[in-house]
């Protein structure tokens, strides 16, 4: 309910696109709002703030960082949510955790990860079909794709 007791808090519905590295993300959510627009429907995008991170501190976070990271990413979803009938996430913590666990071994951020994505009503996971390209400081090489996957579908399938 609406705290001022005007009726139910409106929250729009979230699809959440996850995926290793280089699978199509970005360009998945960029299409998916422009079509659903497209059809007269409200819908925001949620970009990645991993990728405004990295661009703005010109290198890839330290496992100290990577909580407030994951926090922003569901805040900014949560915050369009708010406003938006619909809203694409392009990722959501869940990869953050995952590449937490991958790159420093810590395990610490599945939990709330796990819990923000459980908001989405719809998850869209990215295959490992699309050539790896690199795209600045956040891509690690094509040899990370298939153990990142892994780790991301073994989330999903907690969820």
Do not use: N
């Not at 619909?86 to 991958?102: K, Q």
């Amino acid at each position: 309910m609406d705290p001022a007791g005007g009726g139910a808090v409106r929250r729009g519905v979230v699809i959440g696109i996850v995926g290793a590295e280089s699978s199509g993300k970005t360009q998945l959510a960029q299409a998916l709002q422009r079509r659903l627009a497209a059809r007269g429907l409200e819908v925001a995008r949620v970009d990645e703030h991993l990728r405004e991170f990295c661009d703005r501190h010109q290198r890839t976070p330290r496992i100290d960082e990577q909580a407030a990271i994951a926090a922003e990413q569901a805040q900014r979803i949560e915050a369009a949510a708010a406003g938006h009938a619909l809203v694409v996430a392009d990722t959501t913590p869940l990869m953050t955790a995952v590449y937490s666990e991958f790159v420093f071994g810590d395990t610490a951020l599945y939990a709330a990860a796990e819990a923000a994505h459980a908001r989405c009503a719809l998850t869209l996971l990215t295959a490992l079909d699309l050539p790896w390209q690199a795209d600045g400081l956040q891509r690690d090489g094509p040899q990370v794709r298939e153990p990142v996957d892994a780790l991301l579908r073994a989330a999903l399938g907690r969820i």
